[in-house]
């Protein structure tokens, strides 16, 4: 697979993770609780996934190729992109921490989840939309062959760090979350 089909392939996991979390915020604004398990499996592909595997191979190996390519003319954009990253492990974060007062029925914990699922939501849905539609046409377009090949070696190094299973595991993750909410 293409370095930026695989991408393209995680963003359409991490859509479903962010419908999960949207349907979680309605959930809750309805008055009924997603389990804690929900938002435990929620953090937990967030880390391994979305910020270790993910927007590792997009910073690190994708996006710093391109502003070289690009002689800092693109600077700023990737690096509201890699703000906009750690503006979502944030969110997150709030939402891990408030997870014990969330589960003894806390209204301001809870309150504080469903404020942070929102933001997390309207961001990340933002973002994947720019990353899609801006900068992997524009690699598209500046990468040449040998470019496209030295960045798919480095996904599959990536790959093999996180686990060679690391789409199925956490595709399982969020079929489980997605489980979660249909049954509550």
């Known amino acids: 697979m293409e ?10 996991l991490i859509r479903q993770y962010v419908d999960h979390l949207a349907d979680a915020a309605d959930k809750i604004k309805n008055e009924q609780r997603p389990p804690r398990e929900f ?21 690190y190996m994708m996006f ?12 700023g954009e990737i690096e509201s992109l890699r703000h906009q990253h750690e503006m979502g492990k944030n969110y997150i974060s709030t939402i891990r921490g408030c997870l014990d007062a969330y589960a003894e029925g ?10 942070s699922l929102g933001s997390y939501v309207a961001m990340e ?11 992997f046409p524009l690699v598209a ?6 470019d496209m090949d030295q ?11 996180a686990g060679a299973d690391v789409f199925e595991r956490n595709h399982k993750l969020v079929t489980e979350m997605g489980s979660m909410l249909q049954h509550m």
């Not at 938002?39 to 910073?59: G, L």
């Not at 960045?151 to 760090?161: G, I, L, N, P, T």
């Open 64 to 75: 710093v190729r391109l502003a070289m390519k690009k002689g800092g003319e693109m600077d």
């Open 141 to 146: 377009e500046e990468f040449t062959d040998t």
């Open 125 to 135: 849905r933002q973002h994947i939309h720019t990353e899609d539609h801006v900068f």
């Open 39 to 59: 938002f435990e499996k929620a953090t937990q592909f967030s880390k391994e996934f979305a910020d270790q595997y993910h927007h590792v191979k997009e910073e």
């Open 151 to 161: 960045v798919r070696v480095e996904f599959d190094k990536a790959r093999q760090k």
């Open 106 to 115: 806390d209204p301001a914990r809870t309150t504080d989840i469903v404020e």
């Open 3 to 12: 370095p930026l089909d695989m991408l393209r392939n995680e963003h359409g």
